[in-house]
């Protein structure tokens, strides 16, 4: 059986690290799992010529909204996001279908809960707060949601950018507050739950801003970038103000590992993937 990650750029992914150590840990010899690189244009061509020995497809950007109109089925989580990282494949001939799913939100909800620790209460409230309005800011949102926290604040470098997320935010029941990024210091500091979806470097000047501010954080930090390694800047400045902070390397390992689950049916060795994402990731 095949599987395998597509995106554009897609030579810096760490899926088939984490996904080979999965198939590895499980016995699966015979299955395989590789990455190509396919923008838009071309995903509808590369889908059409997957044969039936095809288990699914991890998607990373651009791809996670493009893939809506080349799907049988989406599942209700992918649909209110208005995102799809998941494909399956099942069935064969012409009953064979494919269904997209979003396991971005369970990596989201795990790795703050490892964040949290003993402080995680099942059904507690909490105060939130998303960086940027892209895709995974729609999964973050789930995810605090599922976390208890219903009112987040996002902040975003544009405001005038913010209608695709509203419009997730209303399918999912949510009622964010939208705040633009600069004098967000103040804010993050003060929240159960901080999640940075922006990229690697964008959000440097928060980092400066905390360390200015020299107040320590009350809740945990989850950067979803995973570059530059070791951390980012803002996970750096949080850390060194006393703050709890979480890389986006476990976010990653998360969801990864439930994209394991569905495509082979098998629970993930997390303990395995975790050993080969920390190679992969340490410095030489």
């Given at each position: 059986?095949?599987?395998?990650?597509?995106?554009?750029?897609i030579e810096?992914?760490?899926?088939?690290?984490?996904?080979?150590?999965?198939?590895?840990?499980?016995g699966?010899?015979?299955?395989s799992?590789g990455?190509?690189?396919?923008?838009e244009?071309?995903?509808?061509?590369?889908v059409?010529g997957?044969?039936?020995?095809?288990a699914?497809?991890?998607l990373?950007?651009?791809?996670?909204?493009a893939?809506f109109?080349l799907?049988?089925?989406?599942?209700?989580?992918?649909?209110v996001?208005?995102?799809?990282?998941t494909?399956?494949?099942?069935?064969?001939?012409?009953?064979r279908?494919?269904?997209?799913?979003n396991?971005?939100?369970?990596?989201?909800?795990?790795a703050?809960?490892?964040?949290?620790?003993?402080r995680?209460?099942p059904?507690?409230?909490?105060?939130?707060?998303?960086?940027?309005?892209?895709?995974?800011?729609?999964?973050?949102?789930?995810?605090?949601?599922?976390?208890?926290?219903?009112?987040?604040?996002?902040?975003?470098?544009?405001l005038?950018?913010?209608?695709?997320?509203?419009?997730a935010a209303?399918?999912?029941?949510?009622?964010?507050?939208?705040?633009?990024?600069?004098?967000a210091a103040?804010?993050?500091?003060?929240a159960?739950?901080?999640?940075s979806?922006l990229?690697a470097?964008?959000a440097?000047?928060?980092?400066?801003?905390?360390?200015?501010?020299?107040?320590?954080?009350?809740?945990?930090?989850?950067?979803v970038?995973?570059?530059?390694?070791?951390?980012?800047a803002?996970i750096?400045?949080?850390?060194?103000?006393?703050?709890?902070?979480?890389t986006?390397?476990r976010?990653?390992?998360?969801?990864?590992?439930?994209q394991?689950?569905?495509?082979?049916?098998?629970?993930?060795?997390?303990?395995?993937?975790?050993?080969?994402?920390?190679?992969?990731?340490?410095?030489?």
């Amino acid at each position: 059986m095949h599987a395998a990650v597509l995106g554009h750029p897609i030579e810096h992914s760490l899926s088939p690290v984490l996904h080979g150590a999965a198939y590895t840990a499980l016995g699966l010899e015979d299955w395989s799992y590789g990455k190509h690189d396919v923008d838009e244009g071309e995903l509808s061509a590369f889908v059409a010529g997957l044969g039936a020995d095809w288990a699914g497809l991890s998607l990373t950007m651009p791809l996670k909204k493009a893939i809506f109109p080349l799907l049988a089925h989406v599942e209700p989580l992918a649909e209110v996001t208005g995102s799809v990282n998941t494909v399956l494949f099942s069935g064969k001939g012409a009953g064979r279908m494919s269904v997209g799913t979003n396991t971005d939100v369970y990596g989201l909800v795990q790795a703050l809960k490892e964040g949290l620790g003993e402080r995680y209460v099942p059904g507690a409230k909490t105060t939130g707060v998303v960086i940027g309005a892209g895709a995974t800011a729609a999964s973050t949102l789930a995810a605090l949601a599922e976390l208890g926290c219903a009112r987040p604040t996002v902040f975003v470098r544009n405001l005038g950018r913010t209608a695709e997320l509203r419009a997730a935010a209303g399918r999912m029941g949510v009622d964010p507050q939208f705040m633009t990024l600069a004098g967000a210091a103040a804010a993050v500091v003060t929240a159960d739950l901080v999640v940075s979806t922006l990229p690697a470097n964008a959000a440097d000047g928060l980092a400066q801003e905390l360390l200015d501010a020299a107040a320590t954080p009350r809740g945990v930090l989850l950067d979803v970038a995973y570059a530059p390694s070791p951390t980012t800047a803002l996970i750096s400045a949080w850390r060194e103000l006393g703050g709890a902070a979480v890389t986006g390397e476990r976010m990653l390992l998360h969801q990864a590992a439930e994209q394991v689950r569905l495509m082979t049916g098998k629970a993930a060795p997390i303990e395995a993937m975790t050993r080969a994402l920390e190679a992969a990731i340490a410095p030489e």
